[in-house]
């Protein structure tokens, strides 16, 4: 397989978790039988033919407290708020922007409710915060929301929705719904 299949068929963070715990070998990408040291400083690396991924997700506000390895593209696979408000929001860009990685590339979570259109139309005011949410977000990485971009050759797909759980952002019902989104 290969790997925009499937990030569109499992998600980036179901991807993410499992390249975490298995590593990017066992999903038929990237070298076999062969070890790679992601703990190698930047001079060994020269010359190298990998792209280095670091994903993280369900931050929830917590993001200064990560030491991230090095890395070529820094991948967050969704809530990156606890409450979804445009402060926290801000926050995370803040920090986003100071990541030394050639490349950053967001996807919204079930808890990132700012960014959600339809989740911040029915708040009390009725107002839509989402266009300043993603407009803000934007300035400080790629922001996928069912879209992809090509980063060095490899493809990446970002698509928000989860299945509805207690009216959360993104929310999408189960069955016909949700399979034209996944």
């Known amino acids: 397989p290969n790997v925009t299949g499937l990030l569109i068929a499992f998600g980036v963070s179901h991807i993410c978790n499992w390249v975490l715990r298995y590593g990017w070998v066992t999903i038929g990408v990237g070298p076999r039988h062969e070890q790679i040291d992601l703990t190698t400083d930047e001079e060994s690396r020269k010359g190298n033919k990998y792209l280095r991924c670091v994903c993280i997700s369900d931050t929830h506000g917590h993001h200064r407290k990560l030491k991230l390895p090095k890395g070529d593209v820094l991948i967050h696979a969704g809530d ?26 967001v996807i919204a979570g079930n808890h990132d409710t700012c960014l959600d259109s339809a ?46 759980f207690m009216s959360m952002a993104f929310n999408v019902d189960r069955g016909k719904a949700m399979a034209s989104v996944w």
């Open 119 to 164: 989740y911040s139309k029915k708040k009390d005011d009725g107002e839509d915060s989402a266009a300043a949410a993603e407009e803000q977000i934007k300035a400080a990485c790629t922001y996928l929301n069912n879209s992809s971009v090509e980063i060095e050759g490899l493809k990446f797909y970002g698509a928000p929705e989860s299945p509805a």
């Open 80 to 105: 990156v708020t606890q409450n979804g408000t445009l402060a926290e929001l801000q926050d995370f860009c803040q920090w986003l922007k100071a990541q030394d990685f050639r490349h950053k590339v």
